[in-house]
């Protein structure tokens, strides 16, 4: 049988969840920051993109006919990363992830079997990491979506290894999708913030994940890098070269470029020859199909996309679907 398409990036934006910390405590200092990264321009127009774009990110009815535009039969659905909220104190962030993960299953459970959803998990505080991921789990939903990194901490942080095991042991899905970039105002015109910001951040966040080892001890982790990776899967002849000759870049076992074929990463890359290098580097079995619907950053027509790198048939229909229903498939 046909396996179905499945577009691996795709957004729900949740009001209840910035409702509940709109008037906290640090709240506008984390907004008066976003605005120092993106800068005057970006904020002038991502306004009313998010406005036009509404009913697709909190009506289901209106993402069905979308995704029926697309031929997408599959979504797997993520809170918009604008919900992390990782400057929340412990009793905020527990409270934040448990209402957008429970948003995340009601959501989902109005189209089952065409939504799968991904929750939140307090990457701020590392200790109660295991605790959201057994809870968005525990909802029905596949995983959990995390930044590129935590104020002050980065993925390749030991604090973490109790959250990398568990997403091990019980197959949870991973997603990294960052959210601002630490450049901050060097990036603050022209969208750069987004266009060199986002690659930028998916690079430094996989590559402490490959130098320290965390997949070295965490082989059959789940981890689907947002973006193809940003700059990371085609620039990787250089962290090899570092690897074989600097004694203090090998924190992993063994070249740096081997590791991507433990990971997955979506379509989204906006250039066909990008998009075939990728599969070529990371193999045709780890990518998947990616719109980051329905924001102005994606692609309106994923599988015209993807049909633009002229893979052979094999390849195509296994990142238009065969490789996610594979994922989402537990062991």
């Not at 049988?1 to 910390?21: G, K, N, S």
Request: with cysteine; glycine share 6%; charged share 20%.
């Amino acid at each position: 049988m046909r396996a179905p398409t499945v577009d691996v990036h795709a957004h729900v934006l949740l009001p209840e969840v910035d409702a509940l910390v709109a008037d906290l405590p640090g709240r506008a200092e984390a907004k008066a920051l976003d605005a120092r990264r993106n800068g005057p321009a970006a904020l002038a127009v991502n306004g009313p993109m998010v406005a036009a774009r509404l009913p697709s990110l909190t009506d289901v009815t209106a993402r069905l006919a979308a995704m029926d535009a697309q031929d997408v039969d599959i979504q797997l659905v993520s809170p918009s990363p604008s919900h992390y909220h990782y400057w929340a104190d412990a009793e905020t962030a527990e409270k934040v992830c448990l209402l957008a993960n429970e948003a995340m299953a009601a959501h989902c459970a109005r189209a089952p079997g065409r939504l799968h959803g991904l929750g939140l998990v307090p990457m701020q505080h590392p200790e109660l990491a295991v605790k959201s991921l057994e809870q968005a789990v525990g909802t029905g939903l596949l995983g959990v979506e995390i930044s590129s990194h935590a104020p002050g901490r980065e993925l390749s942080d030991p604090v973490y290894e109790p959250f990398w095991t568990h997403a091990e042991e019980t197959g949870a899905i991973i997603f990294l999708h960052p959210f601002g970039c630490t450049l901050d105002e060097r990036l603050d015109r022209w969208y750069l913030s987004n266009t060199v910001g986002q690659p930028t951040e998916n690079a430094v966040a996989l590559s402490h994940l490959i130098f320290s080892g965390v997949l070295d001890r965490h082989p059959d982790l789940k981890l689907i890098a947002a973006h193809g990776g940003g700059y990371l899967p085609t620039h990787l002849g250089r962290s090899d070269h570092a690897w074989r000759v600097r004694p203090d870049a090998q924190g992993c076992s063994r070249e740096p470029s081997s590791y991507l074929r433990q990971l997955y990463f979506d379509s989204l890359v906006h250039d066909p020859y990008v998009l075939r290098e990728l599969i070529r580097v990371a193999g045709a079995d780890r990518v998947l199909l990616g719109s980051d619907f329905p924001f102005d950053m994606g692609t309106e027509d994923p599988l015209a996309t993807l049909r633009a790198a002229d893979l052979p048939e094999t390849d195509f229909h296994a990142v238009r679907g065969a490789n996610a229903a594979a994922l989402f498939t537990p062991a």
